[in-house]
């Protein structure tokens, strides 16, 4: 096609996780042009409306050049905010997340959820099941604007106003199960380890995006010597899964009139 690749992963973004997201190999870059892979450091929150501005400045600078643009991830969100837009949701203050960060930590997600589902019940029930981070930001922003996250997205901006082919590459789950599994045992052989030693040693903040990104957190065990490393990569593989089947959720729910690749 001649055009250029934009990174649409939410992942891929942070410069300190090459191997275990499976960021593109310098081979690679040398063929095509990439934009947007590593550019963050892993101290870093990168938000939605953080990456969608980065991506805007890149597809105008691609279509100055009179080339297509070919926008690639997993992160659904993005693929939202991009085509749909987004909504300009006020900043929430630190005292208001901390604040309802202890109220989660009192309720449990159970009740969390249902407190959240009286006042919007869209997004309690569109949440998947474990993910603290979104049930807590429906209700921030709930609590600090007296809106429902669902209102304010309904009244997006910013993105949607250009043309687009979308196509969802969806290959048969048992494939992409084994090809999971088969990824990470050569991300070990390839350096994933040393990786989280060097992510571990900066002592981040571990609510940052990083270092919740797939592999990390099993890894990071095993260096502490809390269980072995086909014990990590066991568990590593069996988080890598989970997460597959809820992008494929997540595509099949929000995206239904896409075109389907098998691959």
Known sequence: MGGEIVN??????YADLSVLTARPTEAETARVPHHLYGVADAGEAWSVGRWLRAAQGVLAEIAARGRPAVVVGGTGLYFRALTEGLADIPAIS?????????????????????????????AAARIAPGDRQRLSRAYEVL???????????????????????????????DVLYARCDARFEAMVGDGALEEVSRLVARDLDPVLPAMKALGVRELARHLAGEITLAEA????????????????????NQTPDWPRAPQ
């Open 94 to 122: 630190a005292e208001a997340r901390a604040e309802v960060g202890a109220l989660f930590d009192r309720m449990g997600e159970r009740d969390f959820r249902e407190m959240l589902r009286g006042k919007d019940p869209v």
């Open 233 to 252: 990569t066991e568990l590593a593989q069996r988080e890598t899964r989970r997460y597959a089947k809820r992008q494929l959720t997540w595509f099949r």
């Open 143 to 173: 609590q600090a604007t007296g809106r429902a996250l669902t209102d304010w997205q309904a009244a997006s901006s910013e993105g949607g106003a250009f043309a687009f082919r979308p196509l969802v590459v969806e290959p048969p789950r």
């Open 8 to 13: 649409a992963d939410s992942m891929q973004l």
